[in-house]
């Protein structure tokens, strides 16, 4: 096997594994009275750096009303 393809593999992995460690998370979930998709950004959840702690911050990013029928 090219041991030159394979360290462009491995690179393209990590680069994937930081960009993916760096990316803020999306949580997301339907309001049950009017049926809004309401969405949170959540930023430190999955962040890595050995030794080193951050409190994840959740912040509210979106409402989009009567998306779903309510019941």
Do not use: C, K, N
Request: a negative charge; charged letters at 20%.
């Amino acid at each position: 096997m090219d041991t030159g393809s394979s360290d462009g593999v491995d690179a393209r992995i990590e680069s994937f594994l930081r960009d993916w460690h760096h990316s803020p998370d999306l949580l997301f979930s339907i309001h049950p009275v009017d049926g809004s998709f309401l969405i949170w950004v959540v930023e430190w959840l999955d962040e890595f750096h050995p030794g080193s702690f951050r409190q994840a911050q959740v912040s509210f990013a979106t409402r989009i009303p009567s998306a779903f029928p309510s019941w």
